[in-house]
């Protein structure tokens, strides 16, 4: 019996699975996904089900089937070892996964088989449900998955706990996905500009019901140290060290947070102890390459800065941070990181190299490349000493809409620099009517229009000034 393609195409988009959930490869570094899973299925055995089968996603992503196919089988022993009287129910996304890689690999009988499996199961767990049941632990399972993902999905990732949480409120691995999701989205829309949600309530719950997760504890710990609750938070970072000392997603959390207090030699040997344990982690560099550039930023202001330290800590802070932008090309804040350390050691060339490198990517977000465009105007004001190309730059990540951090940081330093070179009466027509082009782009036509007067005063024959001034007037 032939399947047909389309009626098999049409039963697969139905299924509950990794490939049904719109989890594009654009937004992830492959590489550095496939390493953190590898490291988390190594130290953390009982979520080894959902590890497994989103590996096998990723696996498929790098064109390797037969890997996929693999990583499925081990989801199934983990299935059988963890959750022996319920197989079915705890199959069905595995049994999705199976049915579309072997739909990729055109194994038509096999996906139909894997189709028929999840179809049956449903049917037996719901008289009303055909290939689509919506269970609790899916919905989780999906959240889990959209979190690894990054940025772009953590809002459908609470969606996802929340719709968890209705069916088993109390339930401490679907509260420590919601508090995680919440706590990204903050993180995230502190940068971006967008309304604050407020994770500490659903982070405070997750601690309580996930007492030997100290993942979570580390993330709230985070949370008090950004509400100037600092002691209290490094009491819990403290005894997530008894807890769990050679786990690394908790280290890693760990060394933030004393990176973050200032404590950077603490930090340093934190990273290095979970460097140990996951090599590869991106993160870890990261997070190794800011330690090392803040070093150099502090011994920059000592009395006699130690010129060899300084230049073997730069060294240290570029080869972690080429790591990470190698690893994953979408780190984007990354290769600000990094152009800022060639100019502390005053390699302005590969500086600018990176700047022009990551400006010019077509898969740069908007609150990312204003956020580019005000290190670059920081470049240009503070290294290379022209002020003019810094009101340049500031000035197109003001003429980006989106409402970011971004944008918000290219405004204040625009305005700061405009005002006082008109103060100290170095600023001529131009300043005035770029301060006036600033205070219209944000919105503050009273002041604009005073701006395009007086740069009208000192330069009459300037038609731009005019028209800009005539359009302000004609919209209050």
């Given at each position: 019996?032939?399947?047909?393609?389309?009626?098999?195409?049409?039963?697969?988009l139905?299924?509950?699975?990794?490939?049904?959930?719109?989890?594009?490869?654009?937004?992830?570094?492959?590489?550095?996904?496939?390493?953190?899973?590898?490291?988390?299925?190594?130290?953390?055995?009982?979520?080894?089900?959902?590890?497994?089968?989103?590996?096998?996603?990723?696996?498929?992503?790098?064109?390797?089937?037969?890997?996929?196919?693999?990583?499925?089988?081990?989801?199934?022993e983990?299935?059988?070892?963890?959750?022996?009287?319920?197989?079915?129910?705890?199959s069905?996304?595995?049994?999705?996964?199976?049915?579309?890689?072997?739909?990729?690999?055109?194994?038509?009988?096999?996906?139909?088989?894997?189709?028929?499996?999840?179809?049956?199961?449903?049917?037996?767990?719901?008289?009303?449900?055909?290939?689509?049941?919506?269970?609790?632990?899916?919905?989780?399972?999906?959240?889990?998955?959209?979190l690894?993902?990054?940025?772009?999905?953590?809002?459908?990732?609470?969606?996802?706990?929340?719709?968890?949480?209705?069916?088993e409120?109390?339930?401490?691995d679907?509260?420590?996905?919601?508090?995680?999701?919440?706590?990204?989205?903050?993180?995230?829309?502190?940068?971006?500009?967008?309304?604050?949600?407020?994770?500490?309530?659903?982070l405070?719950?997750?601690?309580?019901?996930?007492?030997?997760?100290?993942?979570?504890?580390?993330?709230?710990?985070?949370?008090?140290?950004?509400?100037?609750?600092?002691?209290?938070?490094?009491?819990?970072?403290?005894?997530?060290?008894?807890?769990?000392?050679?786990?690394?997603?908790?280290?890693?959390?760990?060394?933030?947070?004393?990176?973050?207090?200032?404590?950077?030699?603490?930090?340093?040997?934190?990273?290095?102890?979970?460097?140990?344990?996951?090599?590869?982690?991106?993160?870890?560099?990261?997070?190794?390459?800011?330690?090392?550039?803040?070093?150099?930023?502090?011994?920059?202001?000592?009395?006699?800065?130690?010129?060899?330290?300084?230049?073997?800590?730069?060294?240290?802070?570029?080869?972690?941070?080429?790591?990470?932008?190698?690893?994953?090309?979408?780190?984007?804040?990354?290769?600000?990181?990094?152009?800022?350390?060639?100019?502390?050691g005053?390699?302005?060339?590969?500086?600018?190299?990176?700047?022009?490198?990551?400006?010019?990517r077509?898969?740069?977000?908007?609150?990312?490349?204003?956020?580019?465009?005000?290190?670059?105007?920081?470049?240009?004001?503070?290294?290379?000493?022209?002020?003019s190309?810094?009101?340049?730059y500031?000035?197109?990540?003001?003429?980006?809409?989106?409402d970011?951090y971004?944008?918000k940081?290219?405004?204040?330093?625009?305005?700061?620099?405009?005002?006082?070179?008109?103060?100290?009466?170095?600023?001529?027509?131009?300043?005035?009517?770029?301060?006036?082009l600033?205070?219209?782009?944000?919105?503050?036509?009273?002041?604009?229009?005073?701006?395009?007067?007086?740069a009208?005063?000192?330069?009459?024959?300037?038609?731009?000034?005019?028209?800009?001034l005539?359009?302000?007037?004609?919209?209050?």
């Amino acid at each position: 019996s032939t399947i047909s393609k389309d009626s098999l195409k049409t039963s697969l988009l139905q299924l509950e699975c990794h490939f049904t959930w719109t989890l594009l490869k654009e937004h992830v570094g492959l590489e550095a996904l496939e390493e953190t899973i590898l490291d988390h299925i190594k130290f953390v055995a009982e979520y080894n089900i959902r590890d497994y089968n989103i590996l096998s996603y990723v696996c498929y992503l790098k064109n390797s089937n037969e890997e996929a196919l693999r990583n499925l089988r081990k989801a199934e022993e983990a299935i059988q070892k963890h959750h022996p009287d319920e197989i079915a129910r705890r199959s069905l996304v595995t049994w999705g996964n199976y049915a579309w890689i072997y739909y990729h690999m055109q194994r038509y009988e096999e996906a139909q088989t894997y189709v028929s499996k999840v179809e049956d199961t449903c049917k037996k767990l719901s008289s009303t449900a055909h290939r689509k049941i919506q269970l609790p632990e899916i919905y989780a399972e999906q959240g889990w998955a959209l979190l690894r993902f990054g940025n772009n999905y953590f809002g459908r990732a609470k969606n996802c706990f929340e719709n968890a949480l209705k069916s088993e409120p109390n339930n401490p691995d679907f509260n420590a996905g919601y508090g995680i999701a919440m706590y990204r989205l903050e993180d995230w829309g502190e940068r971006n500009g967008d309304e604050f949600t407020p994770c500490f309530e659903a982070l405070k719950r997750a601690v309580e019901l996930n007492p030997k997760d100290t993942t979570i504890l580390a993330l709230f710990a985070l949370k008090l140290q950004r509400l100037k609750q600092g002691n209290e938070g490094e009491r819990y970072i403290e005894e997530g060290l008894q807890k769990t000392p050679d786990f690394p997603v908790f280290l890693r959390y760990a060394a933030n947070f004393y990176r973050k207090k200032g404590e950077v030699n603490k930090a340093v040997e934190i990273l290095k102890k979970a460097q140990t344990l996951t090599p590869n982690s991106v993160f870890l560099h990261h997070q190794l390459g800011l330690c090392y550039r803040f070093k150099v930023i502090q011994l920059r202001k000592t009395r006699y800065t130690p010129r060899e330290e300084v230049e073997n800590l730069i060294q240290r802070a570029i080869f972690h941070l080429k790591t990470v932008i190698e690893k994953k090309p979408v780190f984007f804040s990354a290769y600000a990181d990094l152009a800022s350390v060639y100019a502390l050691g005053r390699r302005y060339e590969e500086a600018e190299e990176i700047f022009q490198e990551v400006l010019q990517r077509k898969d740069l977000p908007c609150g990312e490349k204003q956020e580019i465009y005000f290190h670059y105007g920081n470049f240009q004001h503070f290294h290379m000493k022209s002020e003019s190309k810094a009101i340049t730059y500031y000035i197109a990540g003001l003429k980006m809409e989106k409402d970011s951090y971004g944008r918000k940081r290219c405004s204040e330093a625009v305005e700061k620099l405009l005002i006082e070179k008109i103060k100290s009466s170095l600023g001529d027509a131009t300043d005035i009517g770029t301060l006036g082009l600033v205070y219209k782009l944000n919105g503050k036509k009273q002041e604009a229009i005073e701006c395009y007067k007086k740069a009208i005063a000192l330069d009459p024959n300037c038609e731009e000034y005019q028209n800009a001034l005539v359009e302000l007037q004609l919209s209050i």
